[in-house]
C-alpha cells in the first residue's frame, strides 16, 4: 500500500554521510539512467508532521492522521535539527511541518557512501485501518567491493509500538477533524553492517503490502568511536520526579576503569517528553567530597558552552585534555539553568554525588564543595564517560548483583569494578575498560518500568528493549558479559522464556559482531520470591548456559563460585549480603577473581 505522493528527486547529508533515493520512472525512456543518484528530503513522498492550526494538510497513516509540528518543537525536534540516537547521528527532516517528511519505503536504494559499524534508520509504520503490528521488510547492502547482505528492518507502529524502544512520544495526533489526545511514536532501529566493508549503497524494502507503510523520515552510518574507550557508564533505569531543580548545579562521582589522556562525557534525555538546557558543564579528579583536585575543566559541546538535549535524544561533549587515571574518581558538574520536575535516572549509584542548592546558580567551574549542601544517590542524566586511546571495553550486561546492590557505598567493590582491575593488572590479554550495563531489579524478557512517563518504577524496559541504547551503543564496546535472569525467575517467568530471551540477546550481540560470555545465574534460597519452583527452573536455565550449543562464545559459572557446596541452592553465608540474594563485596570479589581473563578476549 501507498498513501504518499510521486517521487520527486531531492537530497540531502543526514549523519555525515550523503544519502540519495532513487526510484525508476515509469514514463522514463530506455536509454535514461533510473539509478541516478538523488538527494532525499526533496524524494520524500508522504508528509507525516501538520501544524495544529491545519492539522488536515497532512496523512501520515492514509487516514487523514498525522503527528503535530508543535508537540515536536516542544520535543525539541525542530525541523533539520541533528537528533543523536543511540550513539548515531540522525537529521530531523527540514522539510518537517512545512512539505513532505518522509519516503514510504518500496524498494528504493539509497546510496550511502562510507564506512560504519551499523545503520541506523528513524522509522515508523502505519495503516489506514488504525493502530497495527508494525511491519517487517527485507532490504539490501551494497558494498563498494561488489558484494551485498540483506537486512532486515522491522518498523513499529505509530500509534500501537512499544513506547520501552522509542526514539521520541508525541501526546497528540492531528485529524481533519482536530486534534486527539493519543499518543504517537518514533522509532530509530538498527541493523548490522559487514564489519571491514565500505557501503555503496541500501535498497529499503520493497513495499510490504496493503496492511501497512514502512515510513522512513532519515538514515545514517553510525561511525565507530574510533581511538576511544568506555571507561565508566551508567543505563537510564526509569524517569522520576525530583525536586523540582531550579538553577541548580548537580556535581555526579563516577569512578573510571580505563584511563587515558583526554576525555569526552555522555548525557541522556532517555524518557522524557520535553528537551532539558544544559547551562554549562565541567569535569574534574575528585580530591574528597564534592571538591575537585585544582580547577575543573569546562566541557563544550559542539563548541558552545551549553546544550539543549531534545527529548529521547543523547549529546556527546567536545573531548577534553584532561590526564585521566585509571581506577579513580570524577567529578561531573552539570548545570541546570531551568526548572526541572522530572529526570531519567540511574537509581542504585551506590556512589554519593552532590547538589548545590535551589537558585544557587552555576557552580560547575568551583574547585571546592560548599556549595553543594546536599547529596545524591543516583546518576540523573550522565550516563558514560569515554577517554582517548585503549582497547575498547568489557560491557557487563545484569541487574543488581552488576549494578552493586548490597556492595559497600562509595568503594567501588561492584564485581565489574574488580574485574576492571584484575584486567590493568595484566598483560596477557588486553586491559579493557570495563562498563556496568546493569540494572537493579532489571529483567531480560518483561518492562519493570514502561518506558513512558514519570514513575516510582526504576527497573528499567527488559534487556531486550534495551540492548541498543545500553550495550551495542557504547563506546568501544568488544565483549559482553551477560549475567542476568533471576528476576523474571522470581518473577514467574518459565525457564522456556528466559532461555528464549537469553538466545536473542546473544544472537544480536554476535549479529554486530560482539563476543558473547554467559554466565550462569546465582543461587538465592531464603529470599521470599525464590520459591523451590524458581529453583528448579534456574537450574534448567543454568543448565543450558552451561551447554547452549553456541549461543555464547564462553561461559562463566558464577553459580558454582558463590553458592554452598553444603546447600547448592543458596549463597555461601561468607559471600552472602544478609539478604540471600545479593552477594555482599566478597562475594563480588569472588566472582570477578574466577574469571578466566582469556575467556573475555577470544
Known sequence: MRVGRPWATAGVVAGGVTLALIAPSPAAPADVPTHKP????????????????????????????????????????????????????????????????????????????????????????????????????????????????????????WRAGPAATKAVGLPHLNTAAGQRQETARLYAVTVPLERGHEVASVVLPGDPGPAADLHVFAASLRQPAYGWTGSWAANTAGYTEVGPWSDQTLRLVVHTSAGGPGARVRLENTFAAAPVEIGHATVALQASGAAAQGSPVPLTFGGRPGT??????????????????????LLVSIHLPGTVAAVPVHSQATQRSYLSAAGSGDRTAEPGGASYTGTLTTWPFLTGVDVR?????????????????????????????????????????????????????????????????????????????????????????????????????????????????????????????????????????????????????????????????????????????????????????????????????AGLRAMAESIDLRKLAG
Do not use: M
Not at 308 to 329: E, I, M
Open 389 to 585: 586511546g585503549g582497547p575498547g571495553s568489557v560491557v557487563a550486561l545484569g541487574d543488581s548483583i552488576t549494578d552493586g546492590t548490597k556492595s559497600t557505598d562509595d568503594a567501588n567493590r561492584r564485581w565489574p569494578d574488580v574485574l576492571a582491575r584484575r584486567l590493568r593488572a595484566q598483560s596477557e590479554v588486553p586491559a579493557y575498560g570495563v562498563v556496568n550495563a546493569g540494572i537493579s531489579a532489571n529483567r531480560v524478557v518483561a518492562d519493570r518500568y514502561p518506558g513512558e512517563g514519570v514513575s516510582t518504577d526504576t527497573g528499567g524496559v527488559s534487556t531486550q528493549h534495551r540492548l541498543e541504547r545500553d550495550v551495542l551503543a557504547q563506546t568501544g564496546a568488544r565483549t559482553v558479559v551477560i549475567f542476568q535472569g533471576i528476576n523474571d525467575l522470581r518473577w514467574g517467568s518459565s525457564a522456556e522464556e528466559l532461555i528464549a530471551g537469553l538466545r536473542s540477546v546473544a544472537a544480536r550481540l554476535r549479529e554486530r559482531g560482539q563476543r558473547v560470555v554467559g554466565a550462569t545465574i546465582a543461587p538465592c534460597e531464603g529470599e521470599s520470591l525464590c520459591t523451590a519452583d524458581a529453583e528448579v527452573r534456574r537450574s534448567a536455565v543454568n543448565a543450558f548456559i552451561r551447554d547452549s550449543g553456541g549461543a555464547f562464545d564462553a561461559v562463566l559459572d558464577f553459580d558454582a563460585v558463590v553458592r554452598d557446596p553444603e546447600h547448592p541452592a543458596r549463597i555461601l553465608p561468607a559471600y552472602d549480603s544478609g539478604d540471600h540474594l545479593h552477594p555482599g563485596d
Open 308 to 329: 539543549s538535549v531534545p527529548a529521547g535524544a543523547q549529546v556527546f561533549s567536545d573531548p577534553v585534555h584532561l590526564p585521566v587515571p585509571a581506577d579513580a574518581n
Open 38 to 157: 538523488l538527494p532525499l528530503e526533496r524524494l520524500f513522498d508522504n508528509r507525516a508532521v501538520s501544524d495544529d492550526a491545519r492539522p488536515g494538510d497532512a496523512d501520515f497513516d492514509g487516514a487523514g492522521a498525522s503527528l503535530s509540528v508543535q508537540d515536536l518543537l516542544a520535543a525539541g525536534w525542530t525541523p533539520g535539527r541533528a537528533i543523536a540516537l543511540d550513539a548515531a547521528r540522525l537529521t530531523w527532516p527540514r522539510s518537517a511541518g512545512a512539505r513532505p517528511d518522509n519516503v514510504i519505503a518500496d524498494g528504493q536504494t539509497v546510496r550511502l557512501r562510507g564506512r560504519g559499524e551499523a545503520l541506523t534508520f528513524l522509522v515508523a509504520s502505519s495503516s489506514p485501518n488504525g493502530p497495527g503490528a508494525g511491519t517487517t521488510g527485507v532490504g539490501t547492502v551494497r558494498y563498494r567491493d561488489g558484494s551485498s547482505h540483506p537486512y532486515t528492518l522491522s518498523a513499529p507502529d
